[in-house]
């Protein structure tokens, strides 16, 4: 195998060579390691510069970018590695600066971090966005079963809600959000996930500060409260023939609150159920329901039939009702001949979160009946 010329991991560049072809440059090496009797016939200032260029040329890789600070499970203060992926990573001294080319995409994610489930940790982040540039921050982890679980991190200010949709702004600015894991989450990492524009050229996001703070424990066990959501059941028709308090998020895909379905088969409870036709995917949003926050939630459902069904729960703020969380949805595949329930675990952790918008996304592969949508209080 022929040695580069310095023996750098690829770290020297082309014009290292000083114009020599790789050959000659091998056989002229005068570092002392590798051909000391060519050495002394150098000039002086070739020396020179292979004595500054030396200890660059056989560098070990350079240490783990780290930024920012969490609370690690002895109670201490940890730094937080990042290791970048698909984009270039520079630490300017005042930030760790994050770049992606045009139309790339690139992640940057953080080393594991031992922090705990039902228990809630607030980021704030100080950070600058290039204007242009997608910008997503995901909370990762793999969860009790062994499935990947991701939370998206939809950016709130210290002090006030902030839509969800206006990106982060291209000028210095703090973030936070709060965030819980659940019951078995563990290697939890942060990823930033960076598309750059076509054109902006502006495919920069500088992070300042990320300091993942500690806060209390989220009550949690086997009794539940009661239904939050009272619209759930299917049995109250609306005028236009719709189960009241449920309406769609574009097309209707002419759902019908039926009592018995073709094969003559009654509702999951009471006298009524919402079926959905073969092949329309829809989604269907639900009532508002107050919530505590810090709390967890059982989000459940009954569903008869084939098909898959995405559910969760837009987390809302007090003033005007805007989303301030991830909706935290979960996917399952329905292939029930008979009434099964599906359930999953929704935490009112946002900073801002006070009530929960129930919805999902419908795709029925055959007719798929829907019945007692609940939503209900995890108490210890
Ligand atoms: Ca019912």
């Given at each position: 195998?022929?040695?580069?010329?310095?023996?750098?991991?690829?770290?020297?560049?082309?014009?290292?060579?000083?114009?020599?072809?790789?050959?000659?440059?091998?056989?002229?090496?005068a570092c002392p390691s590798c051909c000391p009797p060519l050495g002394p016939r150098l000039p002086w200032a070739v020396w020179a510069l292979l004595v500054l260029a030396t200890p660059?040329?056989?560098?070990?890789?350079?240490?783990?970018?780290?930024?920012?600070?969490?609370?690690?499970?002895?109670?201490?203060?940890?730094?937080?590695?990042?290791?970048?992926?698909?984009?270039?990573?520079?630490d300017t001294g005042e930030a760790l600066r994050l770049e992606v080319e045009p139309k790339a995409k690139g992640t940057a994610d953080s080393a594991p971090l031992t922090l705990a489930p039902l228990r809630l940790y607030t980021i704030t982040m100080t950070c600058r966005r290039g204007p242009g540039l997608g910008l997503l921050v995901w909370v990762r982890w793999?969860?009790?079963e062994g499935k990947a679980g991701a939370r998206q991190m939809v950016w709130q200010l210290p002090d006030r809600w902030r839509i969800n949709w206006f990106p982060l702004s291209p000028l210095r600015n703090t973030y936070a959000q709060r965030f819980c894991l659940p019951p078995g989450a563990r290697?939890?990492?942060?990823?930033?996930?960076?598309?750059?524009?076509?054109?902006?050229?502006?495919?920069?996001?500088?992070?300042?500060e990320l300091i993942i703070a500690r806060g209390a424990e989220v009550p949690f066990g086997t009794r539940l409260g009661p239904n939050l959501l009272p619209v759930g059941d299917m049995e109250t028709v609306a005028d236009s023939g719709m189960a009241l308090g449920w309406s769609f998020w574009g097309a209707d895909p002419g759902a019908k609150v039926l009592e018995k379905d073709a094969q003559d088969r009654p509702a999951h409870s009471g006298r009524r159920f919402l079926s959905?036709?073969?092949?329309?995917?829809?989604?269907?949003?639900?009532?508002?329901a107050p919530v505590q926050s810090g709390r967890a939630y059982r989000l459940s459902l009954w569903a008869r039939g084939t098909g898959?069904?995405?559910f969760g729960a837009q987390s809302l703020e007090e003033t005007q009702g805007?989303?301030?969380d991830d909706a935290q949805v979960t996917h399952v595949h329905v292939e029930a001949a008979d009434w099964q329930e599906f359930s999953a675990i929704w935490f009112a952790a946002g900073l801002y979160t006070v009530s929960a918008n129930p919805f999902m996304g419908i795709g029925p592969r055959t007719?798929?009946?829907?019945?007692?949508v609940m939503l209900q209080l995890i108490e210890p």
């Open positions: 195998m022929r040695r580069r010329p310095f023996g750098g991991r690829g770290l020297v560049p082309r014009s290292a060579n000083w114009g020599l072809t790789p050959s000659a440059a091998l056989a002229s090496c660059v040329a056989l560098a070990q890789p350079p240490a783990p970018l780290t930024r920012g600070t969490y609370l690690a499970a002895d109670g201490k203060a940890a730094p937080i590695e990042w290791q970048p992926t698909g984009l270039t990573a520079t793999v969860g009790a290697e939890v990492y942060l990823q930033i996930a960076l598309t750059g524009h076509p054109d902006t050229g502006y495919n920069y996001f500088d992070l300042y959905f036709p073969a092949g329309k995917n829809c989604t269907l949003a639900g009532g508002i898959d069904i995405g805007q989303r301030v007719d798929l009946d829907l019945d007692d």
